[in-house]
Nanobody, 120 residues
Framework: VQLQASGGGLVQPGGSLTLSCVAS????????VAWYRQAPGEQREITASIASDGRTFYKHYAKDRFTISRENAKNTVFLQMNNLKPEDTAVYSC???????????????WGQGTQVTVSS
């Protein structure tokens, strides 16, 4: 399985971006997918995840501003990010995994990161 992440860029505070994670080599539908981010000097952390049945889970900072969604027919998971703040600046990566309840289990399948920079 290969994951391709894209959609990052430079945006002003308050702006929006939509990240895409496209899978190839396997159907995405049986799996959960998560978006992680890693800010400079920080550890990588999970930002949002979506289960195979469509349940969504968010880190506290993402709950009111970010929306994770999936289009299984396109083998794609999206992360819509609104009202972006400078502290959202990070490299965002997607991962293929599974859920048990609200807990996300990551696998070795990662998309390459896409840089999001929020700055005026």
């Amino acid at each position: 399985v290969q994951l391709q992440a894209s959609g990052g860029g430079l945006v002003q505070p308050g702006g929006s971006l939509t990240l895409s994670c496209v899978a190839s080599g396997s159907a995405l539908s049986p799996y959960s997918v998560a978006w992680y981010r890693q800010a400079p000097g920080e550890q990588r952390e999970i930002t949002a995840s979506i289960a195979s049945d469509g349940r969504t889970f968010y880190k506290h900072y993402a709950k009111d501003r970010f929306t994770i969604s999936r289009e299984n027919a396109k083998n794609t998971v999206f992360l819509q990010m609104n009202n972006l703040k400078p502290e959202d600046t990070a490299v965002y990566s997607c991962n293929l995994g599974s859920h048990t309840g609200e807990y996300y289990y990551a696998t070795k399948y990662w998309g390459q990161g896409t840089q999001v920079t929020v700055s005026s």
